[in-house]
């Protein structure tokens, strides 16, 4: 069974620019959390989607969004990109098991 | 709002010790406690868990142990291996509202296991 996968795994944007980073959950899972990591703040919870919709949202602002489509992809917006979104973006599938959460390998994002 | 308390913040170990790395929660309103191992250039993968209504749980070398009354759970690495070096996560998982399914991570703990 495939993992979770996440394109790009590296990126290089200018500050004020956007991106989009994408994940593909492992097959039949149907909830996808994504998480940012930093050296400073650590792990911190996004937001998580569950059948196209968004079931919670962390503290980040609104520059950051997401969504997820029908089959279960799920795609995170950074608007206005500023310095301190430099992070490795993780991204979290999970299955019926609601215990285990699988995670990707992250999109590390560097903003210049 | 940090929930989740971890320490150390580094570790040192010689192979076939013992590592220990504590967590202390601040919201009864969890329901799950995963350890995570995160290696370089890796996502974090789940290593071992507990719900709070145990008290210890083993899975091989690793053990968690949990204090509901003091809202402190531990990892314990038994015979330690330099294949162990890497970075260990507590988290915590939310059970109500708006916080229901989120992992709240605690810091993180670099061990590095000498050989």
């Known amino acids: 069974k495939a993992g979770v996968t996440q394109t790009p795994r590296y990126l290089i944007k200018t500050r004020g620019q956007q991106v989009t980073l994408s994940c593909s959950p492992i097959?039949?899972?149907?909830?996808v959390s994504w998480y940012q990591q930093t050296p400073g703040q650590g792990l911190q919870f996004l937001f998580e989607y569950f059948s196209e919709t968004q079931r919670n949202k962390g503290n980040f602002p609104g520059r950051f969004s997401g969504r997820q489509f029908s089959n279960s992809r799920s795609e995170m917006n950074v608007s206005t990109l500023e310095l301190g979104d430099s992070a490795l973006y993780l991204c979290?599938?999970?299955?019926?098991?609601?215990?285990?959460?699988?995670f990707g390998p992250g999109t590390r994002l560097t903003v210049l | 709002q940090q929930q989740v308390k971890q320490s150390p913040q580094s570790l040192i170990v010689q192979k076939g010790g013992i590592s220990i790395i504590n967590c202390a929660y601040e919201n009864t309103a969890f329901d799950y406690f995963p350890w995570y191992q995160q290696f370089p250039g890796k996502g974090p993968a789940l290593l071992i868990a507990?719900?709070?209504?145990?008290s210890e749980k083993k899975e091989g070398r690793f053990t968690i142990s949990f204090n509901k009354s003091a809202k402190q759970f531990s990892l314990h690495i038994m015979d330690s291996q330099p294949g162990d070096s890497a970075t260990y996560f507590c988290a915590a998982r939310g059970v109500y509202g708006g916080a229901t399914n989120k992992l709240i991570f605690g810091t993180g703990t670099l061990l590095a296991v000498q050989p």
């Open positions: 507990i719900r709070p209504d145990v």
């Open positions: 979290a599938s999970r299955g019926l098991d609601r215990d285990e959460q699988f």
């Open positions: 097959s039949g899972h149907r909830s």
